[in-house]
Nanobody, 125 residues
Framework: DVQVVESGGGLVQPGGSLILSCTAS????????MGWLRRAPGKELEWVSS????????YYADSVKGRFTISRDNAKNTLYLQLNSLKTEDTAMYYC??????????????????WGQGTQVTVSS
């Protein structure tokens, strides 16, 4: 069965940094682009970032561009998201997500078919 497990969230002050990790199993990780989604309190699920299978390209929502960095280690079946210069509006549950199809590199929520339980990021002074 497909499984992704996120970790690394926590409470951080504005301007701070975090590194989120996601360990995947149950599918051939290197055959899929992967991404991160987030859901802020009272808001819809939002696409944050995606990375291609071999890390040749990465994509970011305008709201995080220049502050977040996505990466992956296919040998470890692990996806990462480096969060820098955090703002209070980055407070959300962050989800590691797998798209439905191998040939898709998502830049919206819809192409993703599976995500984990999430890891909470809270930015507050």
């Amino acid at each position: 069965d497909v499984q992704v497990v996120e970790s690394g969230g926590g409470l951080v002050q504005p301007g701070g940094s975090l590194i989120l990790s996601c360990t995947a199993s149950g599918f051939r990780f290197s055959d899929y682009a992967m991404g991160w989604l987030r859901r802020a309190p009272g808001k819809e699920l939002e696409w944050v970032s995606s990375i291609t299978k071999r890390s040749s390209s990465s994509y970011y929502a305008d709201s995080v561009k220049g502050r977040f960095t996505i990466s992956r280690d296919n040998a470890k079946n692990t996806l990462y998201l480096q969060l820098n210069s955090l703002k209070t509006e980055d407070t959300a549950m962050y989800y590691c997500a797998k798209p439905r199809f191998q040939w898709v590199v998502p830049t919206t929520v819809d192409p993703f078919s599976y995500w984990g339980q999430g890891t909470q990021v809270t930015v507050s002074s």
